[in-house]
């Protein structure tokens, strides 16, 4: 079974900094992999998604990667902001289908 | 874009009710949907996938007879938590493909279910 981990926990940085979120899979036969943000009682907002075949997508200061071979995700925030904080959940699928999440890192950004 | 919506964003129930929450998908069709469950500081967990027409496949633990599925349509799944106890208090959240594709999901706003 596809087991996601999440490193770190939590992370505080202040306002400005760039980050890096890592996200770690056992198995790596991924059909794709997905970045969400969750804000606190709040469903899920999608960030970006990469199928199996790429190895990074980039959306305004967000950048992902994949390393499919070693089971890696990485998810850089360049120029943080206190709107960023949140919790950011990476999800892995084998089929396309069901997601298989992570922990989550918990993020503050701190004016 | 596709939009996935969930009915009720949240409900308050007494011990013992059931409680029905509804996943829809609004403008595309899906033979598939998926539920999930996050408890307080926890992950979402796959408990289970609704399947158009036939019977849901539950995950590991979870239930069957607790946890109702119905996927009576193309657009419409329905979660029922029966005899819900606290420890049922959870956010439940669905997610669909749009039917014959796998490239994309979408993810409903959740439901909030406390359980007094």
């Known amino acids: 079974k596809q087991e996601v981990t999440q490193i770190p926990a939590a992370l505080s940085v202040p306002e400005g900094e760039n980050l890096v979120l890592n996200c770690s899979f056992t198995d790596s036969a991924i059909y794709n992999l997905q970045w969400f943000r969750q804000d606190p009682g709040k469903g899920l907002t999608s960030l970006l998604l990469?199928?199996?075949?790429?190895r990074e997508q980039t959306s305004g200061r967000l950048n992902a990667s994949l390393d499919k071979s070693s089971g890696r995700s990485t998810l850089y925030i360049a120029a943080s902001q206190p709107g960023d904080s949140a919790t950011y959940l990476c999800?892995?699928?084998?089929?396309?289908?069901?997601?298989?999440f992570g922990t989550g890192t918990s993020l503050t950004v701190i004016p | 874009g596709a939009v996935v919506s969930q009915h009720p964003s949240w409900v308050i129930c007494k011990s013992g009710t059931s409680v029905k929450i509804e996943c829809r998908s609004l403008?595309?069709?899906?033979?598939?949907m998926f539920w999930y469950r996050q408890f307080p500081k926890q992950s979402l967990m796959l408990m289970a996938t609704?399947?158009?027409?036939?019977?849901?496949?539950?995950e590991q633990g979870v239930e069957k007879d607790k946890f109702l599925i119905n996927h009576a349509s193309l657009t419409l799944s329905t979660l029922t938590v029966t005899s819900a106890h606290p420890e049922d208090s959870s956010f439940y959240i669905c997610s669909a493909p749009i039917a014959g594709r796998t490239d994309t999901q979408y993810f409903g706003p959740g439901t909030r279910l406390t359980v007094l």
């Open positions: 403008d595309f069709q899906a033979t598939t």
């Open positions: 990469i199928q199996s075949s790429q």
């Open positions: 999800a892995v699928s084998n089929t396309g289908n069901q997601f298989y």
């Open positions: 609704s399947n158009e027409g036939s019977k849901a496949t539950y």
